[in-house]
Structures are given as C-alpha cells and as structure tokens.
C-alpha cells in the first residue's frame, strides 16, 4: 500500500507524468478492442470479402481513434488538430518519407481502387495474386519465377504501396478479367493446309465458346468506360512461310487464371485431331535430311604397293 500511495503521489507531484500515464492506459484499451474485435469478426464471419472488409474498417477506425487521441493529449486542445498535424508533417517529412509514401499510397490504392484483395497484379517486377492490402504493405502470393507459366511459387511477397507512385501497376483482373494468349504450331510442307485451318480453328472456337462469350459483354463496359477500340475476341489464325515450315500463329483470349490449362488443352486436342488425319496433315520439326551421298575412290596402302611392283616388273 505504501509502495501505491508513493506512486499516487509521484504522479500528483508531476502531472505530465500523469498525462502520460493516462494515455498509455488509453492506447492499450483501445489496441485490446481492436484486436478483440478482429479476432470476433474471424469467428463470426463466414463470407471471406466481408471478414476481410470488416476487419479493415475496425482498424481503420481504432487507428483514427488513437491518431485523435495522441493529439489532444499532446496539444491539450482538440482544436489545435491541424496545427499539430502540420508541425508534426513538417517534422518528420525527411526521416519518414518512406512511411509516409507508403499510407499515402494505401490510401490512394483503396480511393482509386488501383487493385484489391484476389487481383491479379504485376508492379516492380513481382507477379502475383493480392491476398492483403494494409496501411504500408501489399502482400501478393508470387507467381512464376523459377516455376514455368502462371504457377505459385509458394513465396508471400509483402511489398511497400509507395511502389504504386513509382511505377506501372498491370492489373490482370480489375475491369477486363481476360487476356489474349497465342502459341505457334509448325505444320509441315506438302501437308493439306485447309484441313489444318479447319482443324485448329474448330477446336479452339469449340473449346473457348464460353470465354468468347463472357469477355463480349465484359468489353462493351471496357469500351464504355476507357477511350479503347473494340476488340477481336474471337479466336484468330495467322499463317507465316518459313525456311522449315508453315507456322501457325493461333492468338484467342481465355480467363487470367486459366491461362496454362487452356494451351496444354487446345495443344492436345490439335494434337489427336493431326494424328487421325492419316498424314494429311503433319507436324513439322528441325531436322536434318541427307539427299544424296556422294561415291568416294579411296585406295588403301596395299593396292598401292600392288601397283607399284606391276610398274617396276620388265
């Protein structure tokens, strides 16, 4: 008791102290609601957009809340806000521009809704699927690096927001979630091209009727909102003559996350579909094919001995 009483006393003896004191009582209340909050809304919630939605409006609050807080404290008024603001801008605008940059750039990312959680985005060289946006970072789950095509990685990248002023942001999802893809098939010479051309068109217009459909309707508000032609998405065959073969250059359009599975599907089916042809038509490859070897003499070193003693014989 006389330990509590002396503290009591310490504390009336310097009420700055005591001001100090009350605000750090404040700040752990609220931080303990916070997280209480989060970890309610985690149990209760079963909707995955709306758990992420409700757990970011808590924190946005309680963090405002403490912000307003620490202010009035410090400044023992809540009407000099703004002027505190201003002195404490100006006073850590060096030492802390990376932060700063970082939640301006949340802020802009949510206002101008540059991405959101389940994009799809490329910035400063990083592909990935945005799982978490907060006040600083953007944690993307990466895609490709050493595994080939549009794979996990299985890396968590957490990247600065500041990055959305420094660069391109490529959004694979946000307005338009299709992209063209294209692969060449090399068909050899002397095989019956039409039947080619029939072969390949039918099975990707077959195979990519769904995607063709959807990404019209998507299109027209692309073309709606963005100053942007109209678009071809229906599948297209570009043929080129080459030294080896006739390249065909099949270009179509297909979800962004379907990207992979959809080429190993048409390249399989153009595949049996050749093969049923009978050799009609042929896939082509490098190689290299002898036409005609030439007739060497060689003489070995006993019939030119032979020969020789022939010559010297009266």
């Known amino acids: 008791m006389e330990s509590l009483e002396f503290v009591w ?3 009336r003896e310097h009420p700055a102290a005591e001001v100090f004191l009350k605000y750090l ?6 931080t303990g609601i916070i997280q209480y909050l989060r970890r309610l809304i985690r149990r209760r919630v079963t909707d995955a957009d709306t758990r992420y939605k409700s757990q970011k409006a808590v924190e946005v609050f309680g963090y405002l809340l403490l912000v307003v807080i620490s202010i009035s404290y410090f400044t023992g008024n809540i009407k000099d806000v703004a ?9 850590v605008t060096i ?3 990376e932060l700063i940059l970082s939640i301006a750039g949340s802020v802009y990312i949510f206002l101008v809704k540059v991405y959101k959680p389940g994009d799809r985005i490329e910035i400063n ?4 699927d945005v799982i978490d946006v907060d006040s600083i970072y953007t944690t993307m789950m990466e895609i490709g690096q050493w595994v080939s095509s549009d794979n996990y990685s299985g890396r968590i990248v957490k990247l ?3 990055f959305v002023f420094r660069g391109p942001v490529y959004n694979y999802s946000r307005d338009f979630p299709f992209i063209w893809d294209e692969f060449d098939l090399p068909i050899r010479y002397g095989s019956d091209i039409d039947l080619a051309k029939k072969i390949v068109l039918e099975i990707a217009q077959t195979q990519l009727s769904d995607y063709v459909q959807e990404s019209v309707k998507q299109w027209k508000s692309v073309v709606g909102r963005y ?5 071809m998405v229906e599948p297209t065959l570009a043929i080129t003559l080459t030294e080896n073969w006739i390249r065909f250059n099949l270009r179509y359009i297909v979800d962004y996350k379907k990207r992979r599975y959809t080429a190993h599907l048409l390249n399989d089916l153009i595949r049996r579909a050749v093969e049923k042809t009978g050799g009609k038509v042929q896939l082509a490859s490098t190689t290299l094919e002898v036409v005609r070897i030439p007739t060497l003499n060689v003489a070995t070193g006993t019939e030119k001995d032979v020969s020789s ?3 010297n014989k009266p």
Do not use: H, P, R
């Open 9 to 11: 006393e310490w504390l």
């Open 25 to 30: 009582i404040w700040l752990a209340v609220i």
């Open 83 to 91: 002027l505190a603001v201003g002195l404490f801008t100006a006073g």
């Open 95 to 97: 030492t802390l521009q």
């Open 125 to 128: 060289g990083i592909k990935g």
């Open 160 to 162: 600065s927001n500041a």
């Open 227 to 231: 100053y942007v032609e109209d678009a």
């Open 309 to 311: 003693s022939n010559i």
